[in-house]
């Protein structure tokens, strides 16, 4: 986080150090820098070099930045937003940060499609991270976890938890909760553009 600025991935004119989520456009939003902060160390053993991450709801790209930080040149860090303008601005944010090379040579990459649906091409992931609240876990999401991946979801309605799911190696899945959150639903395209 101290070497992806913050400030290329929040709208100009706003305060991008304040600890609060900001609205980006299209009824999105970016995360709180201790929310970001929190991901990242949840799903820190799963981030090491050489390893598959997928950043669900990428948004304007900067936790994606982080994340192709973490795994590396032979990593590969997928963000997925199904709002093309989103994933058209997050990529131009990229081009600007410590993330650029990483982009450019190709072992991270934004798509745009449904979240809810995973990105099967580069699956399994070692980590799955998706920044927003899902009514239940997606099964494919659950299908492209990797054994001994671990993927954060916040998941509910109303009142959502931060959930951790571990993938043990027999294909189980552990599930815990973290910590109480709010964050804007993983609905579909049309659902998020008209309000929920």
């Given at each position: 986080?101290?070497?992806?600025?913050?400030?290329?991935?929040?709208?100009?004119?706003?305060?991008?150090?304040?600890?609060?989520?900001?609205?980006i456009g299209y009824n999105a939003t970016i995360?709180?820098?201790?929310?970001?902060?929190?991901?990242?160390q949840l799903l820190e053993e799963n981030l090491?070099?050489?390893?598959?991450?997928?950043?669900?709801?990428?948004?304007?790209?900067?936790?994606?930045?982080?994340?192709?930080?973490?795994?590396?040149?032979?990593?590969?860090?997928?963000?997925?937003?199904?709002?093309?303008?989103?994933?058209?601005?997050?990529?131009?944010?990229?081009?600007?940060?410590?993330?650029?090379?990483?982009?450019?040579?190709?072992?991270?990459?934004?798509?745009?499609?449904?979240?809810?649906?995973?990105?099967?091409?580069f699956a399994p992931y070692d980590a799955i991270?998706?920044?927003?609240?899902?009514?239940?876990?997606?099964?494919?999401?659950?299908?492209?976890?990797?054994?001994?991946?671990?993927?954060?979801?916040?998941?509910?309605?109303?009142?959502?938890?931060?959930?951790?799911?571990?993938?043990?190696?027999?294909?189980?899945?552990?599930?815990?909760?973290?910590?109480?959150?709010?964050?804007?639903?993983?609905?579909?395209?049309?659902?998020?553009?008209?309000?929920?």
């Amino acid at each position: 986080m101290e070497t992806i600025d913050r400030a290329l991935f929040v709208p100009d004119g706003t305060a991008a150090y304040v600890d609060s989520p900001m609205a980006i456009g299209y009824n999105a939003t970016i995360s709180a820098p201790h929310m970001h902060a929190t991901c990242l160390q949840l799903l820190e053993e799963n981030l090491k070099s050489g390893m598959h991450v997928l950043d669900v709801g990428s948004g304007t790209g900067y936790l994606t930045a982080c994340f192709a930080l973490m795994v590396g040149p032979q990593g590969r860090a997928v963000g997925v937003e199904h709002i093309p303008e989103l994933a058209d601005s997050s990529i131009k944010n990229i081009k600007k940060s410590a993330a650029a090379p990483l982009l450019k040579e190709g072992s991270l990459s934004i798509h745009v499609g449904d979240g809810r649906q995973g990105w099967p091409e580069f699956a399994p992931y070692d980590a799955i991270h998706v920044g927003a609240a899902a009514p239940e876990i997606p099964q494919p999401l659950l299908d492209q976890l990797k054994p001994g991946g671990r993927m954060v979801i916040p998941v509910g309605n109303i009142f959502q938890d931060l959930k951790v799911i571990d993938k043990n190696e027999d294909g189980s899945i552990s599930v815990r909760s973290e910590t109480s959150v709010r964050y804007v639903p993983l609905t579909s395209k049309d659902a998020q553009l008209r309000g929920y």
